[in-house]
């Protein structure tokens, strides 16, 4: 038996238990890390590096949105009464930004995995979450358009454009493979049991490996790299 | 101490409640910590039931903040520029006056599609120089030791603006580079404000960007701005 229920707001969350507000926090919390980690280590960083103001400025928005997923996922934490700020970043957090193709190519990867665990909170039992991700999505498919129209303009760049966009793909596919936990998680089994999210952490990795895998190959004609949907860790 | 942000109604923003412990140590670290923004913004000491300000938050500067954070309110509240003050003749003098010097260009106001084609070719010496005095200016707010009081400026700013510049479509992206030019000539005001630079070589420009207007800079022989 799992929960089919839909809860309302964080007093029904308390009401339900312990367990149901650890299952619901730890996926809230975990993007209030990880929204600051994205938009501190790649979107601020990327104005920088940005080739033109035009540029510059799309970067200027994209990170300031960033940062307010952060706050909005913050602010549902803070209603649950629990503390975002602590615990890991994810793995795909170490990836060392240093150009301005490395910053759209992980746009259109990276960012393609966070709307791929998104999506699926589109159905959370949680409906604080559901209705937050409901307004969050256009941004984050926005941010994803965006990495992907900038990335097949690097493309047309250059007889060694294609060389260097595969090895950006190459490394940002082996740092985002870990985006979506463990295989066989105990976490993920209780996010299920309590109808925070619908699938396992392979099931959501194979849909992103199947929508980047479309982009990289489909679209840029270049390679995408042999990874399986089962991460042990 | 226990400080917590409110709105006008005396709520914690964090939580939508009446603020109860724990807080955060400072004013500053209660703003920054704030997940939203309303306007007007005030922190309380729980502890005492003390109560400041913006400005008084803030400390140095914050009075500037203040009011710059009250214009982009009103501004983003007013159905015309012209009813957030701004006349053509005003416009146009605050527009020469840009953060990296006079600029003695014809004037060309244009609507978003040509503001965004002009900022494809704006002077990349001008830019640079822009980007150094907003460089500038958070160097001298950090050297003062101030670290915290401008983090939570520029927090709260984002805050108010992000949302008040919000492109109308999400699938628009030359309304994302206006809304993005905007952001970084406002976080680089606040940063001027709060260095306490005088002249402030933000402020003209500070008030076309919280009346709705986008000044794009020197570009192919013009000074490009953006009508709301």
Request: aromatic share 8%; hydrophobic share 50%; net charge negative.
């Amino acid at each position: 038996m799992t929960f089919t229920g839909e809860v309302a707001d964080a007093a029904a969350a308390h009401a339900l238990g312990p367990d149901y507000v650890r299952a619901v926090g730890k996926v809230i919390t975990s993007h209030v890390r990880n929204e600051l980690a994205g938009a501190t280590v790649f979107d601020e960083p990327a104005i920088a590096l940005a080739p033109g103001p035009r540029e510059k400025w799309l970067a200027c928005r994209i990170a300031m949105e960033e940062y307010g997923h952060h706050l909005k996922f913050q602010r549902l934490a803070s209603e649950l009464e629990l503390d975002g700020g602590g615990g890991p970043t994810l793995s795909v957090f170490d990836y060392r930004l240093t150009s301005w193709a490395d910053f759209v190519v992980l746009k259109a990867l990276v960012d393609l995995a966070e709307v791929v665990l998104m999506e699926e909170l589109a159905a959370t039992s949680y409906l604080p979450l559901r209705d937050l991700v409901a307004r969050l999505l256009p941004e984050e498919h926005f941010h994803v358009s965006f990495g992907m129209a900038a990335t097949r303009e690097l493309l047309a760049g250059g007889d060694e454009a294609p060389a260097a966009v595969q090895r950006t793909v190459d490394d940002l596919v082996r740092f985002t493979v870990p985006f979506f936990g463990r295989s066989g998680s105990a976490n993920n089994e209780a996010f299920r049991y309590w109808g925070v999210k619908q699938r396992t952490n392979d099931a959501a990795r194979a849909e992103w490996l199947a929508r980047a895998g479309a982009f990289v190959e489909g679209d840029l004609g270049l390679c995408f790299p042999d990874v399986e949907p089962q991460w042990a860790g | 101490m226990s400080w917590h942000t409110v709105d006008a109604g005396g709520l914690d923003l964090a939580t939508g409640r009446s603020p109860r412990p724990p807080g955060q140590p400072s004013p500053a670290a209660a703003l920054a910590a704030a997940p939203v923004a309303s306007w007007p913004v005030a922190v309380v000491d729980g502890d005492d039931d003390r109560r400041l300000g913006l400005a008084a938050a803030l400390g140095p500067g914050g009075d500037r903040v203040e009011a710059l954070f009250d214009a982009l309110n009103v501004g983003s509240q007013a159905a015309s520029p012209q009813i957030a003050g701004l006349e053509a003749a005003d416009v146009a003098a605050l527009a020469r006056a840009t953060p990296a010097g006079v600029v003695d260009l014809p004037l060309a106001i244009v609507d978003r599609e040509g503001a965004v084609a002009a900022a494809a070719r704006v002077d990349p010496a001008w830019l640079a120089a822009v980007d150094r005095q907003r460089a500038a200016g958070r160097q001298a707010v950090l050297a003062a030791g101030r670290e915290g009081q401008l983090e939570a400026a520029l927090h709260l700013g984002v805050l108010l603006a992000t949302e008040r510049f919000d492109p109308a479509d999400d699938t628009d992206v030359d309304a994302h580079i206006c809304s993005g030019a905007r952001l970084w000539l406002l976080t680089g005001a606040v940063a001027a404000a709060m260095s306490g630079a005088d002249p402030d070589p933000f402020a003209p420009w500070a008030q076309l960007v919280v009346t709705g207007w986008w000044p794009v800079g020197p570009s192919g022989g013009r000074l490009v701005v953006g009508a709301p």
